[in-house]
T-cell receptor, first 115, second 115 residues
């Protein structure tokens, strides 16, 4: 158990819909990262938050947005869903400080299926 | 643009023998490298890391070697055990600026240990 929690574990929805994925970081971690893993692909970095502020952005679609709340949990919002958005979405956390050598600890992921 | 490559999608090794997983990268700005292990239905678990100032890091049965001139790293597992059967991801990081800690992942190698 990494200490990072993600809900829900599975999500099945239809094209055009909007969903929210939730992540709670390890106690004391201030950084939260979101990654997407499509079939047979590596994990693709989406976005990083540190202590409530956006820190870095990857290949995140405009239809996707995220935020980190004062209690440090984070939500990833996916809207106007398309079939190609079906993937595993992982949240990771690290910290408490910013540093080059902080390992990231991953949650169990949310499997999103868009029908 | 696949900056981190794991060219072997799968590898089978006899229990007790050495497992060698390989990873190549193209971005010379990467300065920190990590290996993660992933079991089905779980998030990636941090295994071992190495910074670019070293060429070897050892932790129990796991050793990571870094050849910067060749832009190549490898993970050695000795001796291999059935519980090592998993997908192994190589990841790399570069400090674009302080606090930008996104990881760039390879596509993974599925290791199967044969009893």
């Amino acid at each position: 158990d990494s200490g990072v929690t993600q809900t829900p574990k599975h999500l099945i929805t239809a094209t055009g819909q909007r969903v929210t994925l939730r992540c709670s970081p390890r106690s004391g971690d201030l950084s939260v990262y979101w990654y997407q893993q499509s079939l047979d692909q590596g994990l693709q970095f989406l976005i990083q938050y540190y202590n409530g502020e956006e820190r870095a952005k990857g290949n995140i679609l405009e239809r996707f947005s995220a935020q980190q709340f004062p209690d440090l949990h984070s939500e990833l919002n996916l809207s106007s869903l398309e079939l190609g958005d079906s993937a595993l979405y992982f949240c990771a956390s690290s910290g408490p400080g910013l540093g080059t050598y902080n390992e990231q600890f991953f949650g169990p992921g949310t499997r999103l299926t868009v029908l | 643009d696949q900056q981190v490559k794991q060219n072997s999608p799968s590898l089978s090794v006899q229990e007790g023998r050495i497992s060698i997983l390989n990873c190549d990268y193209t971005n010379s700005m990467f300065d920190y490298f990590l290996w993660y292990k992933k079991y089905p239905a779980e998030g990636p678990t941090f295994l071992i890391s190495i910074s670019s100032i070293k060429d070897k890091n050892e932790d129990g049965r796991f050793t990571v070697f870094l050849n910067k001139s060749a832009k190549h790293l490898s993970l050695h597992i000795v001796p291999s055990q059935p519980g090592d059967s998993a997908v192994y991801f190589c990841a790399a990081r570069r400090a674009l600026n302080f606090g930008n800690e996104k990881l760039t992942f390879g596509t993974g190698t599925r290791l199967t240990i044969i009893p």
